[in-house]
Protein backbone atom coordinates (compact mmCIF):
# COMPACT_ATOMS: atom_id res chain seq x y z
CA UNK A 1 0.00 0.00 0.00
CA UNK A 2 1.20 3.68 -0.59
CA UNK A 3 -0.62 5.58 2.05
CA UNK A 4 -0.32 9.40 3.13
CA UNK A 5 -1.67 11.70 5.31
CA UNK A 6 -3.01 14.93 4.35
CA UNK A 7 -4.73 18.32 5.60
CA UNK A 8 -8.73 18.65 6.08
CA UNK A 9 -10.55 21.85 7.75
CA UNK A 10 -11.10 19.56 10.58
CA UNK A 11 -7.74 17.65 11.30
CA UNK A 12 -5.57 15.48 9.36
CA UNK A 13 -6.89 12.66 7.26
CA UNK A 14 -5.79 9.58 5.55
CA UNK A 15 -5.43 8.71 2.03
CA UNK A 16 -4.62 5.90 -0.04
CA UNK A 17 -3.14 6.16 -3.46
CA UNK A 18 -4.29 3.57 -5.83
CA UNK A 19 -2.79 1.33 -8.48
CA UNK A 20 -4.43 3.73 -10.94
CA UNK A 21 -3.17 6.93 -9.56
CA UNK A 22 -6.26 7.89 -7.64
CA UNK A 23 -5.93 9.82 -4.14
CA UNK A 24 -9.03 7.99 -1.95
CA UNK A 25 -9.92 9.22 1.59
CA UNK A 26 -9.74 6.71 3.54
CA UNK A 27 -10.22 8.87 6.71
CA UNK A 28 -13.03 7.16 7.73
CA UNK A 29 -11.18 3.89 8.80
CA UNK A 30 -10.78 6.07 12.16
CA UNK A 31 -7.19 6.16 12.34
CA UNK A 32 -3.63 8.12 12.20
CA UNK A 33 -0.20 6.63 10.97
CA UNK A 34 1.05 6.47 14.64
CA UNK A 35 3.40 4.88 16.67
CA UNK A 36 0.36 4.01 18.97
CA UNK A 37 -1.57 2.52 16.20
CA UNK A 38 1.41 0.85 14.07
CA UNK A 39 2.41 -1.19 17.29
CA UNK A 40 -1.56 -1.85 17.24
CA UNK A 41 -1.29 -3.33 13.45
CA UNK A 42 -2.57 -0.59 11.51
CA UNK A 43 -1.08 -1.47 8.01
CA UNK A 44 -2.91 -4.98 8.49
CA UNK A 45 -5.88 -3.22 9.75
CA UNK A 46 -6.02 -1.01 6.78
CA UNK A 47 -5.42 -3.90 4.14
CA UNK A 48 -8.29 -5.68 5.38
CA UNK A 49 -10.61 -3.08 5.24
CA UNK A 50 -10.20 -1.49 2.33
CA UNK A 51 -11.59 -4.17 -0.06
CA UNK A 52 -14.85 -3.96 2.11
CA UNK A 53 -14.79 -0.30 1.92
CA UNK A 54 -13.12 1.09 -0.56
CA UNK A 55 -16.55 1.90 -3.10
CA UNK A 56 -17.22 3.88 -0.32
CA UNK A 57 -13.64 6.08 -0.06
CA UNK A 58 -14.23 9.18 -2.34
CA UNK A 59 -11.63 10.13 -4.57
CA UNK A 60 -9.88 14.00 -3.83
CA UNK A 61 -9.71 15.29 -6.70
CA UNK A 62 -9.18 19.19 -5.03
CA UNK A 63 -5.66 20.31 -4.92
CA UNK A 64 -4.42 19.35 -1.08
CA UNK A 65 -1.57 19.47 1.53
CA UNK A 66 -0.17 16.48 1.91
CA UNK A 67 1.10 16.14 5.80
CA UNK A 68 4.26 14.52 6.58
CA UNK A 69 3.71 10.93 5.78
CA UNK A 70 3.80 9.37 9.70
CA UNK A 71 2.98 11.59 12.92
CA UNK A 72 5.82 12.54 14.83
CA UNK A 73 8.13 9.45 15.86
CA UNK A 74 9.44 9.04 18.55
CA UNK A 75 12.80 8.94 16.98
CA UNK A 76 14.93 10.58 13.59
CA UNK A 77 17.80 8.78 13.53
CA UNK A 78 20.23 9.32 10.64
CA UNK A 79 23.16 7.72 8.89
CA UNK A 80 25.99 9.94 7.63
CA UNK A 81 28.63 8.86 5.09
CA UNK A 82 26.64 5.99 3.75
CA UNK A 83 27.17 6.28 0.03
CA UNK A 84 30.81 5.79 -1.19
CA UNK A 85 30.73 8.22 -3.94
CA UNK A 86 29.09 10.62 -1.17
CA UNK A 87 32.19 10.02 1.28
CA UNK A 88 34.82 10.49 -1.76
CA UNK A 89 33.38 14.18 -2.66
CA UNK A 90 33.29 15.21 1.04
CA UNK A 91 37.20 13.99 1.32
CA UNK A 92 36.45 11.92 3.91
CA UNK A 93 37.36 8.38 4.49
CA UNK A 94 34.28 5.65 4.38
CA UNK A 95 33.23 4.84 8.07
CA UNK A 96 34.34 1.65 9.11
CA UNK A 97 31.02 1.19 11.35
CA UNK A 98 27.77 3.51 10.75
CA UNK A 99 27.99 6.95 11.52
CA UNK A 100 24.46 7.65 13.62
CA UNK A 101 23.23 11.59 15.19
CA UNK A 102 19.79 12.04 15.44
CA UNK A 103 17.18 15.12 13.57
CA UNK A 104 14.84 17.12 16.35
CA UNK A 105 11.48 15.60 15.70
CA UNK A 106 10.38 19.28 15.48
CA UNK A 107 11.79 19.34 12.60
CA UNK A 108 9.06 17.16 10.70
CA UNK A 109 7.08 18.83 7.76
CA UNK A 110 5.01 17.82 5.02
CA UNK A 111 6.94 17.07 1.90
CA UNK A 112 6.00 19.97 -0.31
CA UNK A 113 6.28 22.45 2.57
CA UNK A 114 9.43 25.56 1.75
CA UNK A 115 12.10 24.63 3.45
CA UNK A 116 12.95 27.40 5.86
CA UNK A 117 17.06 28.83 5.93
CA UNK A 118 17.39 28.95 9.73
CA UNK A 119 18.50 32.58 11.07
CA UNK A 120 21.85 33.23 10.08
CA UNK A 121 22.68 30.19 7.76
CA UNK A 122 25.12 30.58 5.17
CA UNK A 123 25.35 27.60 4.24
CA UNK A 124 22.22 25.21 3.87
CA UNK A 125 22.28 21.86 1.82
CA UNK A 126 20.16 19.23 0.27
CA UNK A 127 20.25 15.79 0.47
CA UNK A 128 17.88 12.92 -0.79
CA UNK A 129 17.49 9.96 1.02
CA UNK A 130 15.91 7.21 1.89
CA UNK A 131 14.30 6.90 4.81
CA UNK A 132 13.09 3.14 6.58
CA UNK A 133 9.83 3.15 8.81
CA UNK A 134 9.91 0.69 11.69
CA UNK A 135 7.13 -1.59 12.29
CA UNK A 136 7.96 -3.51 15.62
CA UNK A 137 9.51 -2.76 18.94
CA UNK A 138 13.19 -3.83 17.98
CA UNK A 139 16.02 -4.58 20.14
CA UNK A 140 19.48 -6.39 19.65
CA UNK A 141 17.47 -7.50 16.82
CA UNK A 142 19.26 -10.04 14.11
CA UNK A 143 19.50 -8.97 10.68
CA UNK A 144 16.33 -11.43 9.73
CA UNK A 145 14.20 -10.15 12.46
CA UNK A 146 15.45 -6.60 11.75
CA UNK A 147 13.82 -7.12 8.21
CA UNK A 148 10.60 -8.57 9.97
CA UNK A 149 10.31 -5.43 11.79
CA UNK A 150 10.48 -3.38 8.92
CA UNK A 151 7.28 -1.51 8.06
CA UNK A 152 7.80 0.32 4.96
CA UNK A 153 9.93 3.08 3.25
CA UNK A 154 9.64 6.87 2.56
CA UNK A 155 11.36 9.85 0.99
CA UNK A 156 12.96 11.92 3.12
CA UNK A 157 14.98 15.41 2.47
CA UNK A 158 17.93 15.34 5.09
CA UNK A 159 18.27 19.37 5.18
CA UNK A 160 21.40 20.31 6.68
CA UNK A 161 23.15 23.89 7.86
CA UNK A 162 27.02 22.62 7.39
CA UNK A 163 28.49 25.55 9.61
CA UNK A 164 26.29 24.72 12.18
CA UNK A 165 26.23 21.24 11.78
CA UNK A 166 30.52 21.22 11.08
CA UNK A 167 31.74 24.41 12.37
CA UNK A 168 30.45 25.22 15.60
CA UNK A 169 31.58 22.11 17.67
CA UNK A 170 29.87 19.15 19.29
CA UNK A 171 27.33 17.21 16.72
CA UNK A 172 25.61 17.07 14.02
CA UNK A 173 22.14 17.35 15.48
CA UNK A 174 22.80 21.48 15.50
CA UNK A 175 23.13 21.61 11.68
CA UNK A 176 19.86 18.87 11.06
CA UNK A 177 16.89 20.26 13.20
CA UNK A 178 15.68 23.39 12.27
CA UNK A 179 12.41 23.49 11.25
CA UNK A 180 11.50 22.16 8.09
CA UNK A 181 14.36 20.00 7.90
CA UNK A 182 12.86 17.17 7.72
CA UNK A 183 10.24 16.81 4.79
CA UNK A 184 8.93 12.80 4.96
CA UNK A 185 6.56 11.63 2.57
CA UNK A 186 4.15 11.93 0.62
CA UNK A 187 3.81 8.44 0.91
CA UNK A 188 4.38 5.73 3.67
CA UNK A 189 4.95 2.71 1.00
CA UNK A 190 4.57 -0.96 3.06
CA UNK A 191 7.96 -3.00 2.37
CA UNK A 192 5.57 -5.12 0.08
CA UNK A 193 5.34 -2.57 -2.76
CA UNK A 194 9.36 -2.04 -2.84
CA UNK A 195 11.09 -5.26 -4.56
CA UNK A 196 14.65 -4.41 -4.09
CA UNK A 197 15.75 -1.67 -1.75
CA UNK A 198 19.18 -1.74 -2.61
CA UNK A 199 18.03 -1.14 -6.45
CA UNK A 200 16.26 2.25 -6.14
CA UNK A 201 16.99 5.26 -8.58
CA UNK A 202 17.51 8.55 -6.15
CA UNK A 203 17.90 12.19 -7.83
CA UNK A 204 17.50 16.00 -6.90
CA UNK A 205 17.08 19.03 -8.76
CA UNK A 206 18.05 22.34 -7.83
CA UNK A 207 16.30 24.84 -10.24
CA UNK A 208 15.87 22.48 -13.04
CA UNK A 209 19.36 21.52 -12.80
CA UNK A 210 20.47 17.48 -11.48
CA UNK A 211 22.44 17.52 -8.27
CA UNK A 212 22.05 14.15 -7.02
CA UNK A 213 21.30 11.08 -9.56
CA UNK A 214 22.53 7.99 -7.72
CA UNK A 215 20.94 4.10 -6.57
CA UNK A 216 21.11 2.66 -3.44
CA UNK A 217 23.16 -0.05 -4.53
CA UNK A 218 26.18 2.68 -3.86
CA UNK A 219 25.01 2.31 0.31
CA UNK A 220 27.93 1.27 1.81
CA UNK A 221 25.73 -0.26 5.00
CA UNK A 222 22.84 -2.17 3.90
CA UNK A 223 19.28 -1.91 5.33
CA UNK A 224 19.51 -5.10 7.11
CA UNK A 225 22.52 -4.40 8.93
CA UNK A 226 21.23 -0.67 9.41
CA UNK A 227 18.40 -1.54 11.45
CA UNK A 228 19.73 -4.49 13.31
CA UNK A 229 23.14 -2.32 14.20
CA UNK A 230 21.25 0.45 15.18
CA UNK A 231 19.17 -1.81 17.57
CA UNK A 232 22.41 -2.53 19.50
CA UNK A 233 22.52 0.68 20.91
CA UNK A 234 18.76 1.84 21.18
CA UNK A 235 15.62 0.64 21.13
CA UNK A 236 13.40 0.80 17.79
CA UNK A 237 9.84 1.99 18.12
CA UNK A 238 6.83 1.79 16.03
CA UNK A 239 7.08 4.62 13.83
CA UNK A 240 10.61 5.76 14.46
CA UNK A 241 12.31 6.72 11.22
CA UNK A 242 15.44 5.60 10.09
CA UNK A 243 16.99 7.80 7.04
CA UNK A 244 20.11 5.84 5.29
CA UNK A 245 22.38 8.39 3.98
CA UNK A 246 22.36 10.77 0.64
CA UNK A 247 24.52 10.03 -2.43
CA UNK A 248 26.78 12.25 -3.95
CA UNK A 249 26.12 15.92 -5.23
CA UNK A 250 25.20 17.58 -2.38
CA UNK A 251 25.97 21.47 -2.08
CA UNK A 252 29.02 21.12 0.14
CA UNK A 253 29.94 19.00 -2.39
CA UNK A 254 30.47 21.34 -5.47
CA UNK A 255 33.59 23.27 -6.39
CA UNK A 256 33.23 26.08 -5.49
CA UNK A 257 30.43 24.49 -3.17
CA UNK A 258 27.02 26.02 -3.07
CA UNK A 259 24.46 26.29 -0.98
CA UNK A 260 20.46 27.43 -1.08
CA UNK A 261 19.36 30.93 -1.57
CA UNK A 262 15.82 32.27 -0.59
CA UNK A 263 13.26 31.29 -3.95
CA UNK A 264 15.65 28.45 -4.76
CA UNK A 265 13.25 25.63 -6.09
CA UNK A 266 13.65 21.95 -5.15
CA UNK A 267 12.70 18.65 -6.43
CA UNK A 268 13.16 15.34 -5.47
CA UNK A 269 12.49 11.62 -5.95
CA UNK A 270 13.08 7.93 -5.15
CA UNK A 271 11.86 5.15 -7.61
CA UNK A 272 8.41 3.48 -6.24
CA UNK A 273 8.39 6.46 -3.62
CA UNK A 274 6.84 9.37 -4.93
CA UNK A 275 8.76 13.06 -5.44
CA UNK A 276 8.62 15.79 -2.95
CA UNK A 277 8.68 19.59 -3.95
CA UNK A 278 10.11 22.66 -1.58
CA UNK A 279 10.89 26.37 -2.12
CA UNK A 280 13.27 28.10 -0.15
CA UNK A 281 12.71 30.87 1.86
CA UNK A 282 13.98 33.19 4.71
CA UNK A 283 13.89 32.61 8.21
CA UNK A 284 11.29 35.21 9.72
CA UNK A 285 12.77 37.51 12.21
Known sequence: MKLFRFEKKDGVGLGLLTSDGKHLDISSFGQDLNEHSIEKGILENIASWIPKNIENCEEITEPFRYESCIARPSKIICIGLNYSRHAKETGM???????????????LCGPNDPVIIPKGSLKTDWEVELALIIGKKTTYATEDVAMQNLAGYCLH????????????????????????????????????????????????????????NSN??????????????????????????????????????????????????????????????????????
Open 216 to 285: TSDLIFKIPFLISYVSQFMTLLPGDVISTGTPEGVGMGQKPALYLKPGDQLHLGIEGLGEQRQIAIAHEN
Open 157 to 212: NDYSERAFQLERGGQWVKGKSADHFAPLGPYFVTKDEIKDHHNLHLWLDLNGKRMQ
Open 93 to 107: EAPSEPIIFFKSTSA
